[in-house]
C-alpha cells in the first residue's frame, strides 16, 4: 500500500503511489521519480491544457468562475481569467489558439492570440447547448466536444437549468463552423480523445469508457472499452504507443487518480492520489510529464511515455 504526508518531501523509490499492474507498465514509469503535489486551493479543478511555447499550465476551477496559469519555471499559480463563463474543458487548436467549454454561457469558445473571444458554439436548431464539458481538436482542424449536461444540473458549477437538447458528442466542422451531433445515445459523455492515428475515438460515459471506430468523419461501432466500476472515468488522453490513461475516482483509496490501458483494454498501471482525478495532459519540455487536476489540487509525475495529442 501507499501512504501520503503532507508534504511528501521524503518518499522511498520507486513511489508507492506508482502501483505496476501489468509489467508493460513498468517501461513507462521513472523508477526515481515520484507524484507532486504542484499546487492545492482551488474547488473542482478540471481542464488542464499545456502550453509549450510559454512553458505554462492552464487549468479551471469551475466553481470558482476562473482558469488558472502554473508556471513552470516559477511554479507560481496565477489567474489568467476570471470570470470564466465557469469554464471547464480547455485545449489548443492546430494553431495553437485555446479552445474552452463554458458551463455557465453554455458554450464553446476559442481565444485568438490578440486575446479576443470567438463563440464556436452556443446552440442547436435554436436552443441553447446544455453545458460544454470537455473538448478536443482533431488533424482536420475539426472541434469535438461532450455535451453532458453535468454544468447545469445545479447552481455550483453554473446556472441549474433545463435541458432542451440531446447529451451529445459534437463535431464543430473547421470548413463550414457548423456543429452537428455525432455521437447519440450515451448516458452522460465527459473525456474524449483520439487514438494516435485518430482511427479510434474514446468517450467516457458513466462507469465505463466507450472506443469508437472512425469512418472519416464519423464515428461508429460504439463499444465498451473498460468497464470503471466501482468508480468512473473523466478526462482521458493516450500516449504515442496507443495506451489510453483516464483519470479515476469516485472508487475510494486504491482507486482514485490515473489509470493506465493498453489498447486492448488490459490495465497496466494505477498512478495513486488522494483526491479524485478529474482530467490529465501530458506537457514539459519533451511531453513527458503527466499533470492532474485532481479535485482541489494540481499534481504531476514525469513518465516514459510521451503525450500524443495536440499540441
Not at 487549468?59 to 508556471?71: M, T
Not at 445515445?185 to 471506430?213: A, K, T
Not at 492520489?273 to 514525469?302: H, I, Q
Request: hydrophobic share 35%.
Amino acid at each position: 500500500m501507499y501512504a501520503w504526508d503532507v508534504d511528501r518531501t521524503i518518499v522511498r523509490f520507486p513511489d508507492p503511489a506508482v502501483e505496476v499492474v501489468d509489467r508493460r507498465f513498468a517501461g513507462l514509469i521513472v523508477g526515481h521519480e515520484v507524484v507532486e503535489r504542484l499546487w492545492t486551493g482551488g474547488r473542482w479543478l478540471e481542464g488542464p491544457v499545456w502550453f509549450g511555447d510559454g512553458r505554462y499550465l492552464l487549468f479551471s476551477d469551475i466553481p470558482n468562475n476562473r482558469i488558472l496559469r502554473w508556471d513552470e519555471r516559477t511554479g507560481r499559480v496565477e489567474p489568467y481569467r476570471e470570470p470564466s463563463g465557469n469554464a471547464n474543458g480547455n485545449t489548443r487548436d492546430l494553431v495553437g489558439r485555446l479552445v474552452t467549454c463554458e458551463h455557465l454561457t453554455r458554450r464553446v469558445t476559442r481565444t485568438n492570440h490578440d486575446g479576443t473571444i470567438t463563440v464556436l458554439m452556443d446552440s442547436y436548431d435554436g436552443k441553447p447547448l446544455n453545458a460544454p464539458n470537455d473538448v478536443i481538436v482533431s488533424r482536420d482542424a475539426a472541434v469535438w466536444f461532450s455535451d453532458p449536461g453535468w454544468g447545469i444540473v445545479g447552481n455550483y458549477e453554473g446556472d441549474e437549468a433545463d435541458e432542451q437538447i440531446g447529451r451529445y458528442v459534437w463535431r464543430i466542422d473547421p470548413s463550414t463552423g457548423a456543429g452537428e451531433p455525432v455521437i447519440e445515445g450515451m448516458d452522460r459523455p465527459n473525456g474524449l480523445c483520439f487514438s494516435p492515428d485518430e482511427s479510434r475515438l474514446y468517450v467516457v460515459d458513466i462507469g465505463h469508457i466507450r472506443v469508437f471506430d472512425m469512418d472519416g468523419t464519423r464515428p461508429v461501432n460504439g463499444r465498451v472499452f473498460v468497464d470503471m466500476s466501482p468508480g468512473g472515468s473523466d478526462g482521458i488522453r493516450c500516449d504515442r504507443d496507443g495506451n489510453l490513461w483516464a483519470a479515476a475516482g469516485d472508487g475510494g483509496a486504491g482507486f482514485d487518480g490515473v489509470h493506465c490501458y493498453a489498447p486492448d483494454g488490459t490495465l497496466l498501471g494505477r498512478i495513486h492520489l488522494p483526491e479524485t482525478c478529474s482530467n490529465l495532459v501530458f506537457g514539459g519540455v519533451k511531453k513527458n510529464r503527466l499533470f492532474m487536476t485532481a479535485s482541489r489540487s494540481l499534481y504531476s509525475v514525469y513518465v516514459e511515455a510521451l503525450g500524443a495529442q495536440w499540441p
